[in-house]
């Protein structure tokens, strides 16, 4: 794989997909909704560390000329990371992700090339029928994605993911609370049993590229409750008040991979990075 595009390269999964590209040689035509003006404190620091590698490109998603130059640059794979699997409340900026995917799909039609999504295990639950009722929103739009690749993509695949953890994590989500508070009140905004680091899903996004594999996918960690007891590792009794969710539909083929590290060394690596970052997250608050 010598050139790959990957749509929501500052997300949390795209970012470390990004990374491991680089790593692989794997020359880097990054998108995302900010532009180099605008970029939050966040992403701008994600930026700098990787910003002046070679193999490395970024644009905004809104710049009118990403996709005739993604085709001048003849990439091998697109990757689509622009929705963030963990979160359950309203995606924002659905309008421009629903387009984004329309033009990513038109792209790959044209000119061949696999379109790669990354996407939630709550979709299993919509894509059974199930009532309304016992889905999640995040499952519902991950869904609606879904079937658009299924109908329009000429090559694609699509891997769905439990809640992912690990450097970077979002701050709505419950182990970056935990790490930073150390309290045990706060919100949680998780629907999930099973917890993957991210470094994980991004070297199985990677394979998918590299393997040319299609069709969808999920990944687990084969540990009863591992969410949960990412919760009492990092708060002790693990006594919060968490929202139990039924066992998560797993429709589709399981992904085997080879988890690169033990949920207590995944969670030792998110504290340190939560800690040398401190500050740049106190004043996103």
Same mark, same amino acid.
């Given at each position: 794989?010598?050139?790959?595009?990957?749509?929501?390269?500052?997300?949390?999964?795209?970012?470390?997909?990004?990374?491991?590209?680089?790593?692989? #040689?794997?020359?880097?035509?990054?998108?995302?909704?900010?532009?180099?003006?605008?970029?939050?404190?966040?992403?701008?620091?994600?930026?700098?560390?990787?910003?002046?590698?070679?193999?490395?490109?970024?644009?905004?998603?809104?710049?009118?000329?990403?996709?005739?130059?993604?085709?001048?640059?003849?990439?091998?794979?697109?990757?689509?990371?622009?929705?963030?699997?963990?979160?359950?409340?309203?995606?924002?900026?659905?309008?421009?992700?629903?387009?984004?995917?329309?033009?990513?799909?038109?792209?790959?039609?044209?000119?061949?090339?696999?379109?790669?999504?990354?996407?939630?295990?709550?979709?299993?639950?919509?894509?059974?029928?199930?009532?309304?009722?016992? #889905?999640?929103?995040?499952?519902?739009?991950?869904?609606?994605?879904?079937?658009?690749?299924?109908?329009?993509?000429?090559?694609?695949?699509?891997?769905?993911?439990?809640?992912?953890?690990?450097?970077?994590?979002?701050?709505?989500?419950?182990?970056?609370?935990?790490?930073?508070?150390?309290?045990?009140?706060?919100?949680?905004? *998780?629907?999930?049993?099973?917890?993957?680091?991210?470094?994980?899903?991004?070297?199985?996004?990677?394979?998918?590229?590299? *393997?040319?594999?299609?069709?969808?996918?999920?990944?687990?960690?084969?540990?009863?409750?591992?969410?949960?007891?990412?919760?009492?590792?990092?708060?002790?009794?693990?006594?919060? #008040?968490?929202?139990?969710?039924?066992?998560?539909?797993?429709?589709?083929?399981?992904?085997?991979?080879?988890?690169?590290?033990?949920?207590?060394? #995944?969670?030792?690596?998110?504290?340190?990075?939560?800690?040398?970052?401190?500050?740049?997250?106190?004043?996103?608050?």
């Amino acid at each position: 794989m010598k050139r790959a595009v990957v749509v929501g390269a500052l997300s949390f999964v795209g970012y470390h997909l990004v990374q491991k590209l680089l790593l692989e #040689g794997t020359e880097v035509i990054a998108l995302d909704i900010e532009s180099l003006l605008e970029l939050s404190p966040l992403n701008e620091e994600k930026l700098l560390l990787i910003g002046r590698h070679a193999n490395f490109s970024y644009d905004s998603i809104e710049s009118g000329e990403i996709w005739r130059e993604a085709c001048e640059q003849a990439p091998d794979i697109v990757y689509f990371c622009l929705c963030e699997p963990n979160q359950m409340i309203e995606f924002p900026e659905q309008s421009l992700v629903q387009r984004t995917l329309d033009e990513a799909i038109s792209f790959c039609r044209k000119h061949e090339k696999q379109l790669v999504m990354l996407s939630s295990l709550n979709a299993s639950v919509a894509s059974a029928d199930i009532e309304k009722s016992s #889905g999640t929103a995040n499952g519902a739009w991950f869904y609606t994605l879904e079937k658009k690749l299924e109908k329009l993509a000429p090559s694609f695949a699509v891997l769905r993911v439990p809640t992912v953890y690990g450097p970077w994590q979002p701050s709505f989500m419950i182990y970056h609370q935990l790490i930073i508070s150390k309290e045990a009140n706060v919100e949680v905004q *998780e629907n999930s049993n099973d917890a993957v680091y991210v470094e994980d899903v991004a070297q199985c996004l990677y394979r998918f590229g590299a *393997e040319r594999i299609s069709g969808t996918y999920y990944i687990e960690s084969e540990e009863a409750g591992q969410w949960k007891k990412g919760i009492e590792l990092l708060c002790g009794n693990g006594n919060i #008040g968490t929202v139990e969710s039924e066992s998560q539909l797993k429709i589709g083929t399981r992904y085997l991979y080879r988890p690169s590290c033990s949920l207590q060394e #995944g969670l030792e690596q998110q504290i340190l990075h939560v800690n040398k970052y401190k500050q740049l997250y106190k004043d996103m608050k």
